[in-house]
């Protein structure tokens, strides 16, 4: 198990940028493979972006790639996400999620932060 807390959402206009954070809790953050999430009203949550352990792998949903970066510090425990060019169909909360291995299904992640509230404004 490992607490994890985003931060770094808020609104912004369309073709802007924000970067969001996931900061995590425990002794082996290294060790685990990250994603990033997202779920607007009414809809399925949805995978966004992926991270393995040493960041060299970094899979992108189709909706996102060319806009968004993710990135991962081990040494300060800590996933990002960089969203630029945005558009009003990234408002979403935002949640980043821990697992075993690299993966973009949901049920492959054993452990989610709270979210984030992204809202991007045309």
């Known amino acids: 198990q490992v607490l994890l807390v985003e931060s770094g959402g808020g609104l912004v206009q369309a073709g802007g940028s924000l970067r969001l954070s996931c900061a995590a809790s425990g002794r082996t953050f290294s060790s685990y493979a990250m994603g990033w999430f997202r779920q607007a009203p009414g809809m399925e949550r949805e995978f966004v972006v992926a991270i393995s352990r040493s960041g060299g792998r970094t899979p992108y949903a189709d909706s996102v790639k060319g806009r968004f970066t993710i990135s991962r510090d081990n040494a300060k425990n800590t996933v990002y996400l960089q969203m630029n060019s945005l558009k009003s169909e990234d408002t979403a909360v935002y949640y980043c999620?821990?697992?075993?291995?690299?993966?973009?299904?949901?049920?492959?992640?054993?452990?989610w932060g709270q979210g984030t509230q992204v809202t991007v404004s045309s």
């Open positions: 999620a821990a697992g075993n291995f690299i993966s973009a299904r949901r049920s492959d992640y054993d452990d």
